[in-house]
Nanobody
Framework: QVQLVESGGGLVQSGGSLRLSCASS????????IGWFRQAPGQEPEGVSC???????FYIDAVKGRFTISRDSSRNTVYLQMNSLKPEDTGVYYC??????????????????RGQGTQVTVSS
């Protein structure tokens, strides 16, 4: 059974940092494009960053220069390092499989594998 499990969320003050982890069992993440999505209350999920199998990455403008996505194949984990956090970064963050063509952003695959998410709250 495939599982994606996120961790690393929490409450942080504005300007702080968090590192989110997306670990998998049953899925070799190095073989998939993986994206990080966030969903704020009352809003649709948005793909904030993704990484394909060629190590090409994508970031939405709102997080460029602050967030970094990476993969550690030895740990079968994808990370999202989030620095200089802002209150508008608050939301539930989850990882999911995405299409590898990133020029159109992070698009979940038709039947994505995804985790349950981890809450990130940034206080002002």
């Amino acid at each position: 059974q495939v599982q994606l499990v996120e961790s690393g969320g929490g409450l942080v003050q504005s300007g702080g940092s968090l590192r989110l982890s997306c670990a998998s069992s049953g899925l070799t993440l190095a073989h998939y494009a993986i994206g990080w999505f966030r969903q704020a209350p009352g809003q649709e999920p948005e793909g904030v960053s993704c990484l394909n199998v060629r190590n090409q990455d994508f970031y939405i403008d709102a997080v460029k220069g602050r967030f970094t996505i990476s993969r550690d194949s030895s740990r079968n984990t994808v990370y999202l390092q989030m620095n200089s956090l802002k209150p508008e970064d608050t939301g539930v963050y989850y990882c999911a499989t995405v299409y590898g063509y990133l020029k159109q952003g992070c698009r979940r695959t038709d039947e994505p594998y995804r985790g349950q998410g981890t809450q990130v709250t940034v206080s002002s």
